[in-house]
């Protein structure tokens, strides 16, 4: 008798154990598999109207006392020079940049501006310059040129010439870093939203598994 209650004792202890590992294995059942990629790299995204590539301004330019203390010098050669900031509106910049060729000396000739676009030439002497101050993706820039022999047609700083402008700013290369930047964002989010799908596909598969298991 004493065998055979030994025999249903043990026989009771390993029913109850099995239940018990049933119920953790059913209780992980729930879990979702996340795979991590160790070899992705994080790239830096900068912020919208952020810094870019600068050079020093150069004479004549830097003769002028002009407002540059919060720009960005994307160009300056003796030609022109081409200043971008992140804040700061259109009119804002055509008084600044004015009230210091004026102290200078320069004198307004023409006024060719709208809401959009400043463009104005100076004079000084038989000396002309131009003025032309617009918003290009998400920056203000100030540009200036010497029209000294300059053809009207190839003026930037004219009538009419937002276009032109643009297509100037763009050419600078002032905006390219801004852009490839904004592709980069797009990769990797894509990337993200690729992994997070990945793992919900893989963690709904090992779910399954373990419910044949049962």
């Not at 992140?86 to 307004?108: D, P």
């Not at 600078?172 to 904004?182: E, M, W």
């Amino acid at each position: 008798m004493k065998r055979i209650s030994l025999l249903a004792l043990s026989a009771l202890g390993l029913a109850i154990l099995a239940c018990g590992g049933g119920d953790d294995e059913a209780a992980g059942g729930d879990d979702i598999a996340v795979e991590v990629d160790d070899n992705t790299v994080d790239e830096p995204v900068e912020e919208a109207g952020g810094a870019l590539p600068t050079v020093p301004l150069t004479a004549p330019w830097s003769n002028y006392d002009l407002p540059v203390n919060d720009g960005m010098v994307v160009v300056s050669d003796k030609t022109h020079t081409l200043i971008a900031y992140t804040s700061g509106s259109i009119s804002t910049y055509t008084t600044s940049y004015s009230m210091a060729l004026e102290k200078k000396g320069w004198v307004k000739q023409d006024d060719y501006s709208s809401p959009e676009f400043t463009a104005i030439l100076y004079k000084k002497g038989t000396n002309e310059l131009g003025l032309a101050v617009g918003q290009e993706d998400g920056y203000t820039f100030a540009y200036m040129e010497d029209l000294d022999g300059k053809p009207e047609n190839e003026r930037i700083v004219r009538r009419g010439g937002n276009g032109e402008f643009r297509n100037r700013v763009k050419k600078s290369g002032a905006t390219s870093k801004r852009s490839h930047l904004k592709k980069s964002s797009g990769s990797s989010s894509s990337s993200s939203s690729s992994s997070s799908s990945s793992s919900k596909k893989k963690g709904n598969k090992k779910k399954g598994k373990k419910g044949k298991k049962r």
